[in-house]
């Protein structure tokens, strides 16, 4: 036998399988899936067994060396995605492989503990004679396989006295392995299903004619605006998929992963539910993984990755917020989890739910504008509830008027009014830190990084901080570049916004909770839950406000600066920002009393902001699609980029000259922009610049650029320089 192996080595041009002869001591142990250890030039490296085949032992191949785990790594299923991966985005198959089975190369294995049985011919303790060998004996025929110390600590007694029945012969002791269950320490509950209203029932009712269906050809698009309920719809496909003995996978974002989303996934389905994301230990992970690869969970929640979980096969797959950005894998290879997700659907006749209050014009158009996808609408709130009343507030009319602080003056005198109703108060700017540009007003000098071309942000801790790289430092007292004293903290961040509101509102308790304030485990958890539980007032933050947070005692939202994302150099700022403030407004209002929302602005006028004003989102999508049409930008082209970056920037700059010459040679129908700098033209000391292809046709790109890296990986000497590809890029 021989096996087909990947081999495991950085280098793009490496993506073929290599041949290994299978030596009698490994026949039959190894299968597709296995990892290996495969010798390679002089050293021995890992592989993955993609292929075996009964072709008899050549002499001229080498024989395997290793088999690296007893169980295979990967299934059949994971792999052609893999190959499909590296079709699609253009990267080497076993880098594609390793992305989809990362949880298990941390292997750190099951973590192994000594559990006690009651022994089969034991005699039963008399209750009268030895209570406390009665109250162990009690305790482990309902829960077998409890260590020493957890009998012991069940049964009101000291751990001597299970020793002594294990010395005795009563209980006998066995290994066994121990989940590391992540939701472990949480409380358990039960929660049943509601009865769904109208729009919820036809949305539920119309995916499971699909899964009954199975042809892997339903993808339904749910809009429904923010508290229609679309969790309430994804749950019970659920339970029908799960009835129908199918199994389910749903991303969220990573930011919206939060304690409250697990809480209802787990007290709906229990144990049947796996979570993944970046938060848990690798143990955990590891058992989160193992419960799925043996069919114990039937559900992974999870983040972006969670698409490539080892289920058997899926039958329904969710995405929700299916807009979001983080969706996006912004290293390679840079997939995209929604195009993940519909290719897999191919693969195993899953249906395919994206739900979103905000979708991505991508989708709303494949769903009304006459393409593959169904659209599904909640268009309002559930039971009673109403949309809540947006204001825009004109931060220029407030310069007039000599504002010049934080808060206009209506912001103000509605958090006061919250204040003294005792109601809650959510305040949403998208940046962290203190203040966002540090300037001498004497010689103009903008503090930046010195390793990136990003100005440093001052944090309240006193140190200057780059929010790419992570350098800090100090704060200079005088301006590094003339000595003055007139060094300015201009630009504001969340901290500044809840120094703000102590020092206006001193009696307000005020929480933050943004990348700063949740580096600590169980933080993000804590800082949600002490404001449902309303024990603090207002609650500052970045976009982790904006996801997903059900609290109903939140009647208003103020943001800060709707205007930050609006001026990005990014095709999709517009989308984004409409994005942004649809959901952060989202946020007010879920309780019994109708919200309100406050964006304040130095653009009242841009259909982005009127629009989230207006919960118009096909007034949105009208104006943003003339204007893709109009620029020519997705949906209607497809793009591609390559970044090239390097140490050297006139290297940089010849590198990307090269490639568009190389794109210009090539007959494939693409329209080339740039080379030019990007817009950060240097991140952690490497210059970047980049080229973008535009073409009516995806594979155009793929063609183009596969021609041109060709060319430049074979003709030119940029050694130093790296190059990679992103199609379909989110951002640039
Ligand atoms: P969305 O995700 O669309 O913003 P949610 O799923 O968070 O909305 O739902 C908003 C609230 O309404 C939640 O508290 C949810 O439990 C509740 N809910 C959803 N559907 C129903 C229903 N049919 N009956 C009663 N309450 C519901
Ligand atoms: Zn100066
Ligand atoms: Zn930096």
Redesign the pocket.
Known sequence: MQAEVLVSIAHHQVDKVFYYNIPPSLAGRVQVGSRVLVPFGRRKIEGYVVGLNPAPNQEELKDLAALLDEDPVFTPLQLALARWMAAYYLCPTVKALRAIIWPLLQIKGPKKVKGLWPAVCGNVPDPRRAPKSAAVWEVIQARPGLTRKELAEAAGVSPRVVDSMVARGLLTSKERIELRDPCRNLPEKRSFP????GE?LRAVKKIIEALDKNDGRHVFLLH?????????VYLQAIAAALNRGKQAIVLVPEIALTPQMIDIFRSRFGHQVAVLHSRLSDGERYDEYHRLRTGEAKVVLGARSAIFSPLEKPGLIILDEEHEPSYKQEESPRYHARTVALRLAGYTGAVVVLGS?TPSLESYCQAAGGGTYQLLE?NQR??ELTLPSVHLIDLRRELRKGNKGIFSEALQEAITDRLSRREQVILFLNRRGYSTLVVCRECGLVLKCPHCDISLTYHASGRLRCHYCNYSVMAPSLCPGCGSHYVAYLGMGTQKVEQEIRRLFPAARVLRLDSDTVGRRGAHREIIETFREGEADILVGTQMVAK?L?IPGVTLVGVINADISLHMPDFRASERTFQLLTQVA?RSG?GKKKGEVMIQTYSPEHYAITCAQNHDYRGFYRREMAMRRALGYPPFTHLARLLVTGKLEREVQEAADFLAQAVRTTNAPVELLGPAPAPIGRIKDRYRWHLVLKAPVQNFLREAATAALNDFYNMSNYRRVQVSIDIAPQSM
């Open positions: 509601p009865v769904l209203y919820q429904g605006v923010t508290g229609s309920g679309k969790t309430e209050a909640l559930v039971g997903g059900d989202g879920r």
